[in-house]
């Protein structure tokens, strides 16, 4: 797809469909930027339609072929943003998951840019703790991008969770993917019933005792006396995964099993446990969010000036006060007791919030 408006920092909106690119005022200004041999960065071009609708800065270049005027992305990844390849499946785990947040009494958006344009998540859900960006994956992506991805979404204050219906994605490592199988539109759409059938483990406990046919798993050889876990898959309703993960009922875990490090999904009493088995945090857990320099006055969100969502409302940046429950996007603030999702009081609470979803499992 052409990309024909481009906008300038100094002469403004640029049209390559015109002759005199929208600037009557201005007939040498073509070959002025085809002279300009600077850094793309440097040279003051921005792309000014899907990039700009999305809120990113994307630097352009121009250049001419068969006399055709072409203006090229920096970035491949920039350049894909143009592309309509959204599938009808990926459109229908975006409502699903919207819906099964909100009939959790959770808020959620769909394609949710923050402020500053740079994390854009296919679903973003309002929880107990710090927002979950849950990006839906069913086509090949490297394992760096998701690493970069991550890690972005990291810097923003959000907790990423990446689900698909590929078994070769669901395979890897580099996150706690969750996978249900490759179902039609229709089914993921209004299946009451769809399954998680990866990501998802419980863990059940043996004792490294005389009784056990294998040697200790830790040191490779006899009985430590131990309790050592071990994990199985747990299938868990796509449904009540998503309020779960809100309600921090799940925990993304770097496990630890027959010396290979895994990361999945725990309830938050096996991480609890498990935790306190090794002695040390297992939990992968996004990092403060940075500091927002402003916020709507009703405390949503939505920056109705700029027409785009942040992706962390200014109140989840100072949430850890003891004694006092942290839940809501606006931090509650009732007298609270420190639980692993974090501070609540009676009304939020993990059985309070179990008890509104009703507790399905």
């Known amino acids: 797809m052409p990309n024909n408006i481009l906008i300038h920092t100094e002469y403004g909106r640029l049209d390559l469909r015109e002759?005199?690119?929208?600037?009557?005022?201005?007939?040498?200004?073509?070959?002025?930027?085809?002279?300009?041999?600077?850094?793309?960065?440097?040279?003051?071009?921005?792309?000014?339609?899907?990039?700009?609708?999305m809120g990113r800065t994307e630097w352009m270049r121009?250049?001419?072929?068969?006399?055709?005027?072409?203006?090229?992305?920096?970035?491949?990844?920039?350049?894909?943003r143009h592309q309509s390849n959204e599938s009808d499946e990926h459109k229908?785990?975006?409502?699903?998951?919207?819906?099964?947040?909100?009939?959790?009494?959770?808020?959620?958006?769909?394609?949710?840019?923050?402020?500053?344009?740079?994390?854009?998540s296919d679903v973003l859900v309002y929880g107990?703790?710090?927002?979950?960006?849950?990006?839906?994956?069913?086509?090949?992506?490297?394992?760096?991008?998701?690493?970069?991805?991550?890690?972005?979404?990291?810097?923003?204050?959000?907790?990423?969770?990446?689900?698909?219906?590929?078994?070769?994605?669901?395979?890897?490592?580099?996150?706690?993917?969750?996978?249900?199988?490759?179902?039609?539109?229709?089914?993921?759409?209004?299946?009451?019933?769809?399954?998680?059938?990866?990501?998802?483990?419980v863990l059940d406990w043996e004792r490294c005792d005389e009784r056990r046919p294998t040697p200790c798993p830790d040191k490779g050889r006899g009985r430590c006396g131990r309790w050592h876990p071990k994990s199985r898959t747990l299938e868990v309703l796509y449904d009540d995964f998503v309020r779960g993960v809100a309600s921090g009922e799940y925990a993304q875990v770097a496990y630890k099993e027959k010396r290979q490090t895994f990361r999945l999904w725990l309830p938050a009493a096996d991480r609890d446990r498990y935790e306190d088995s090794i002695g040390r945090s297992a939990s992968v857990t996004a990092r403060a969010p940075r500091p927002r320099a402003s916020?709507?006055?009703?405390?949503?969100?939505?920056?109705?000036?700029?027409?785009?969502?942040?992706?962390?409302?200014?109140?989840?940046?100072?949430?850890?006060?003891p004694g006092r429950c942290n839940a809501g996007v606006e931090m509650c603030g009732e007298p609270a007791r420190l639980y692993p999702c974090g501070w609540r009081c009676d009304e939020h609470s993990p059985a309070a919030a179990r008890a509104r979803n009703g507790d399905r499992r």
Not at 296 to 308: I, K, N, V
Request: positive net charge; charged residues 30%.
């Open 62 to 80: 121009v250049y001419e072929y068969k006399g055709r005027r072409i203006a090229a992305h920096q970035s491949k990844e920039a350049e894909q």
């Open 128 to 201: 107990a703790g710090l927002p979950t960006a849950f990006e839906i994956q069913r086509s090949y992506i490297s394992d760096q991008t998701i690493s970069r991805r991550t890690r972005e979404a990291a810097d923003h204050g959000l907790a990423a969770a990446w689900h698909t219906d590929r078994h070769d994605l669901a395979e890897r490592n580099e996150v706690a993917w969750t996978r249900t199988d490759n179902l039609p539109v229709e089914a993921i759409r209004t299946d009451a019933h769809l399954k998680i059938r990866g990501g998802v483990r």
């Open 92 to 120: 229908a785990y975006k409502e699903r998951t919207v819906r099964a947040a909100e009939e959790g009494g959770f808020r959620a958006r769909a394609e949710t840019p923050s402020s500053d344009g740079k994390v854009r």
């Open 295 to 321: 916020a709507a006055a009703d405390g949503d969100p939505t920056c109705r000036a700029r027409a785009r969502i942040e992706a962390v409302p200014p109140s989840v940046v100072v949430r850890n006060v």
């Open 19 to 53: 002759s005199h690119l929208g600037r009557p005022d201005l007939p040498w200004l073509w070959q002025i930027l085809l002279g300009d041999k600077r850094r793309v960065e440097r040279r003051q071009l921005m792309c000014g339609e899907a990039c700009l609708a």
